[in-house]
């Protein structure tokens, strides 16, 4: 099986292919760039350094959501195109499920924090140690509200994202149980991890047309809440 996997949903732009549960090439930077113009280089530089027919992958995964509205935009036209063009079919991965994915085999709860502004986070709670198992989806949430639900689990957290830097003091201050944060290699969005999901997606038969697929970023865009006269 080979999944091509796309991620574009924070500042972390990032290409991959894994082939029979090894990642064959990945391309993954996270600087500020702009999603449009690095892409379908990173795309075409894996395919070409690996000499891989795009017409013998089995599916696109793509990062889903949340995050940002641009980047998720700019990932779903990709991928759409891509899989409209080679008629595969796309497989819509969480963006915080494949962050979680990343930690395989990690003790104690997983919880990745995408920074969402005003004491907001995407996050979900995952344990990872035997298998991937998910105990709250992917949802915006006060980190206040967060830290509360997840001392009464009563047991160690690994914390991951871009919320990390954010919110880290918050996190000490109210942690009731053992709080540790993952190193740089494992702290961020990779492509590696949404196509290696994918994969397992793929195998389940939760997979979607690229005329169907449609980002999750649940909750409005700030400029559609400001139209609206909602709170911020």
């Not at 992917?138 to 994202?161: Q, S």
Request: a negative charge; glycine letters at 8%; hydrophobic letters at 40%.
């Amino acid at each position: 099986m080979k999944i091509l996997g796309i991620e574009s949903s924070s500042l972390v732009a990032s290409a991959a292919i894994v082939t029979d549960d090894i990642v064959t090439a990945e391309y993954t930077v996270n600087f500020k760039k702009t999603h449009s113009q690095t892409l379908l280089p990173m795309i075409d530089e894996i395919v070409r350094m690996t000499d891989t027919d795009l017409n013998t992958i089995d599916g696109i995964a793509v990062s889903g959501g949340p995050g940002s509205f641009t980047g998720l935009r700019i990932g779903s036209a990709t991928a759409k195109g891509l899989g409209l063009a080679l008629q595969k079919p796309l497989i819509h991965v969480p963006t915080v499920d494949a962050m979680a994915y990343g930690l395989w085999g990690a003790k104690g709860l997983v919880c990745p924090i995408m920074d969402a502004k005003r004491n907001q986070v995407y996050t979900g709670i995952y344990r990872t140690e035997s298998g991937f198992l998910t105990l709250k989806e992917a949802c915006p949430m006060d980190i206040r509200r967060l830290m509360e639900e997840l001392n009464l689990f009563g047991e160690k957290v690994i914390f991951l994202g871009d919320g990390v830097p954010v919110y880290s003091q918050v996190i000490r201050e109210c942690a009731l149980v053992p709080a540790e944060f993952a190193p740089a290699h494992l702290n961020r969005q990779r492509a590696a991890s949404v196509a290696a999901l994918g994969a397992v997606y793929l195998a389940e038969g939760r997979t979607e047309t690229a005329a169907e697929h449609k980002p999750e970023y649940l909750r409005k865009s700030q400029a559609e809440r400001e139209r609206l006269g909602e709170e911020l």
